[in-house]
């Protein structure tokens, strides 16, 4: 007999997944499981295999601290998600305590708990200009910087070589508000190293792990409004040039998206041109925030799906769109009660599940987005 403490850890790690199917409800609850996942949206009812159905692969970041501590939360990703990326445990300063240490725990949490429940795993990020450690500013120079970088990406692809379907390689480099005339982002990384570090970091982890898609990832670049629209431009041109070079497989399209605002033929256009030159499209870290709309929550959830359900029908029609992550899966953990909350301090609604954990209509949105696109022939 499994007791509780035994059960939520076995759960965690996915080892009960292959039991699923004979476990009754009775002996959950005699294990002193919390209670079942509401049924009729798991299987083939669940978003992994809608979004299977038509050759994608849905799934969520995961806050890995939860894992296998919160079980229904563990439970709920296993139901829903056939790709997972950890939400902040394979950052830069979470992962280096210290410029000579890495701390695995948690990203090897992460992937053994995908490969016990057979998910992919995007790894995500190895340069950014954020969630840099704290020692980093009194110890990176000109001097240093390069080794720094390339052991980083060595050391972090190196160790999980053919496990990861994706790594974001460089995150959100471009800023054309940031005035420079290549408009790449005043970032620590182009401060030390130039603008080189984008095709350097690239590089690194292409030797590093030669399977790995590898992803320029960004956000500011889905809606239809001028700075949109340059954003775009200058992302382009930054994708090209590392195409061009034989260093780019994807580009991931964070998609924060608005309830409110307008998404249309500047995103479509930029899906092409990408899909255009041979390269996979991810969404990577989906949710619709609502802090325009006012407080009524049946007005919010309703304009909430509609994001999802545009937002996603305009992006799936171009077939080199391969997955799309949630960042999240309930409303209970979202980023956006943290920055940019809404002005009233009501929580968010932004996610396929709520936070009871039962499916609202972004659930049922995203379904119907999977399920209205064109089969791949
Ligand atoms: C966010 C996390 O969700 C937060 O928990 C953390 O405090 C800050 O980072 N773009 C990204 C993600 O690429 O890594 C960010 O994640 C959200 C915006």
Redesign the pocket.
Known sequence: MLNRRHFVELAGLGVLAPLASGYTERARVQAGAAPALPQDVGGPNSLKAHAAAKGLSYGC?V?VGLLGRNEVYTRLIQQQASIVVA??SM?FGPMRPSPTEFRWDEADKLVAFAEANGMKVRG??LC?H??IPQWFDGYATKENALALLTTHIEGVVMRYEGRIQSW?VV??AVQPSDGRSDSLRESPWLRLLGPDYIELAFRTARAADPAAKLTY?D?GIEAQDEASGKKRTAVLALVKALHAKGLIDAVGV?S?VSAGSEYGRGLADFVGTVSALGLEIYV??MDVNDRKLGPDTAARDEAVAAAYREYLTLVLKNPALKSVLT??ITDEFT?LN??DARADHLPERCLPFDKELKPVQAFFALRDAFDRKASAS
Request: no cysteine; glycine share 8%.
């Open positions: 970041a806050n939400e902040n950052k995500h990020n950014w954020r969630q974001d995150n959100e990832n956000y964070q924060h990577t870290e960042w999240g980023w943290g920055e």
